[in-house]
C-alpha cells in the first residue's frame, strides 16, 4: 500500500536544469534596462523564486519602473530569444515514468509564470 497519492516536484534545479538560461536571461535583461548586474551567483540563489520576489531580494532599492522593465525583458528573452538549452535532470522522464507506472498522480509547483511552464512541458514533453 502506497503511503501518499500525490508528489509534487519543484521545477527549476530539480526536474529541470534551468540554471544557466535563467543566469543568461537576467544578465541580458539586466544590460538592456542600463542596471549593473548582480552576479551570476546572486542569481543563481533565487532560483526557484518567483520573478518578483527574486527581484526583492537581487534589487531591493531599484526603483519599480526599471524592475517592471526588468521583469518584460526577462520574459521576452526567456520565452522568446535566448536558445540555451535547459535539459531534464538524468533519470528524470524515467524516474518519473516509473512513478506514473506505480499509480502515483504527479503534480508541480513552481515560482514560474504559468506560460514559462507550459512551454517547458511541451518542449520536454
Not at 59 to 83: A, C, G, M, N, W
Not at 95 to 101: I, K, N, Q, S
Request: hydrophobic residues 40%; aromatic residues 8%.
Amino acid at each position: 500500500m502506497k503511503s501518499y497519492e500525490l508528489i509534487i516536484f519543484d521545477w527549476d534545479g530539480t526536474l529541470m536544469d534551468s540554471e544557466n538560461k535563467i543566469v543568461r536571461c537576467f544578465e541580458k535583461s539586466a544590460a538592456e534596462v542600463g542596471i549593473d548586474y548582480p552576479g551570476d551567483d546572486a542569481v543563481r540563489n533565487i532560483i526557484g523564486l518567483g520573478l518578483k520576489e527574486a527581484l526583492d531580494v537581487l534589487l531591493p532599492d531599484e526603483d519599480q519602473s526599471i524592475r517592471d522593465q526588468l521583469v518584460e525583458r526577462y520574459r521576452v528573452h526567456f520565452l522568446e530569444k535566448d536558445t540555451t538549452e535547459m535539459p531534464l535532470f538524468e533519470g528524470v522522464e524515467s524516474g518519473l515514468d516509473a512513478l506514473l507506472e506505480y499509480g502515483y498522480t504527479l503534480a508541480i509547483a513552481t515560482g514560474k509564470a504559468r506560460r514559462g511552464l507550459a512551454r517547458v512541458l511541451d518542449e520536454t514533453g
